[in-house]
Every structure is written in C-alpha cells, then in structure tokens.
C-alpha cells in the first residue's frame, strides 16, 4: 500500500528555518510529481511547492516564493521542503502529495501523507 509520511514540523520562531522530509514507500512514486501543501484552521489547503517526477521543474505557491526550496531524491523515494524565513502566517500543517502530474490544486492529488505541524512564533 502507497505510504508518504511527513517528518521536520516543529516550533519555530520568526525567521528561523526548518527542513521537512516525506518519504515514499509501498509504491513506485519514482515518475509521479511530488507537492506540499498546507492548511490553516478554518482555510483551504493550498499549494506550497510542486516538483516534477525528475527534479527539473518546480513550482511554488505566491506566499513562499524566495524562501521555500523543494528537492527531491529519486533514489531514496524522498523530497524535501526547506522553510527559511519562516513568518507567524506560515503556521499550518504540512502534507506531502504525490499525483501523476505537477497539479496547483489539492484536489487533483491522490497519495497523501498524514501531516507535519509547523508553528512559527512571533
């Protein structure tokens, strides 16, 4: 069964950084495009950062472009999402997805991983 776990959330404060990780196992994610989102109390999941299925293509949300950077490592099934600059309004918890293709949308996603809360301080 396709399994993504989370890891890294923390209590930050402002300005800090963090590293989350999310590993793939159980299934062959090695050509699906990989994402984080995040969700806030009472707001919609939005997209944080998408990376295609061989590292060459990224895409981030408007809120973290400049301080967010996702990777990913075929090898081990693994991407990461490294935070700096980390702000109080990017406290939320944070889910990996993986679809077949590098979607905007949540909905358009069909692994997911249980969550990793991230609270920023201020």
């Known amino acids: 069964q396709a399994q993504l776990l989370e890891s890294g959330g923390g209590l930050v404060q402002a300005g800090d950084s963090l590293r989350l990780s999310c590993v793939a196992s159980?299934?062959?994610?090695?050509?699906?495009?990989m994402a984080w989102f995040r969700q806030a109390p009472g707001r919609e999941r939005e997209l944080v950062a998408a990376?295609?299925?061989?590292?060459?293509?990224?895409d981030y949300g408007d809120s973290v472009k400049g301080r967010f950077t996702i990777s990913r490592d075929v090898a081990s099934n693994t991407i990461h999402l490294q935070l700096d600059s980390l702000k109080p309004e990017d406290t939320a918890v944070y889910y990996c997805?993986?679809?077949?293709?590098?979607?905007?949308?949540?909905?358009?996603?069909?692994?997911w991983g249980p969550g990793t809360q991230v609270t920023v301080s201020s």
């Open positions: 997805a993986a679809a077949t293709y590098m979607w905007r949308l949540a909905s358009n996603y069909n692994h």
């Open positions: 159980g299934h062959t994610f090695e050509h699906y495009a």
């Open positions: 990376i295609n299925w061989n590292g060459e293509r990224t």
